[in-house]
């Protein structure tokens, strides 16, 4: 093997690996290893989908973990992510897309439409998995065996089925991840997008730049801003003419 792809699969490698322990944290990955720190649950959903070609597994772990705790993404904020990353759209809509019509049979709300308004099919039909190779009977094989679902997207996979009974209990995952306790209380909506900012993306912002960061409206924004104010999440004070937020957890400070 070339230098360049032994390099290359090591890289992805380590990405699997990562991503794998990360979804272990979130109770989907088993009882094997987990990450050291809570996950940044956007952005590993991106990470997921940049490896998925090379993972049933984390692929699986995704779809039963958004399928059952889906309205813990903080929906503006993933949106905004997808936006400015190279992620392939076509895969993250395949992925969103099995969550959501799982999601469906378990009459739970979910808040991954916003990202699938952004994804659209590929260009080409094409296996979903590297390991399907390039033979043309293994590529007639994943064509036949493929589900709707994935013919939408032209990415070819076989039917998959969420593993629940897999999941680690509530109680373990929120003992694991206590910011997901936030999460919850807002159900993802953009308070939670901006309280991510704050407390993960930047030290000083305005309202405008929260707004890029999260792709709502100023107004939106501010109005969101005002309500975590009201319900003690943030404290705000003024420095001349400009309000500057703070997370009570924060350490450190958020012009708006």
Known sequence: MPEMN??????????????????????????????????????????????????????????????RFGNLVAEHRLAAMVQRSDVDRSRLGLVLTLALDASRQHDRRRNLSRTLRGCAPGAEPEPFFEQTGTSPAMIERA?????????????????????NDALRSVSWIIEANPTLRMRADFRGDLRASLLLCLENTHSRATISQLAHETGASRLATTHAMEELELGGHVNCERVGRTRVYQTYTATTIVAA
Do not use: H, Y
């Open 143 to 163: 064509r036949r065996r493929a589900s709707p679902l994935s013919a939408q997207w032209n990415l070819w996979m076989d039917p998959i089925e969420p593993k």
């Open 6 to 67: 032994a390099q290359r699969l090591d890289e992805i490698l380590q990405q699997f690996a990562n991503v794998r322990t990360q979804w272990a944290r979130l109770g989907a990955g088993g009882t094997g290893e987990t990450a050291v720190a809570p996950p940044d649950i956007e952005q590993l959903i991106i990470d997921t989908v940049q490896c998925s070609a090379q993972s049933p597994q984390v692929v699986l772990a995704a779809v039963t973990w958004l399928s």
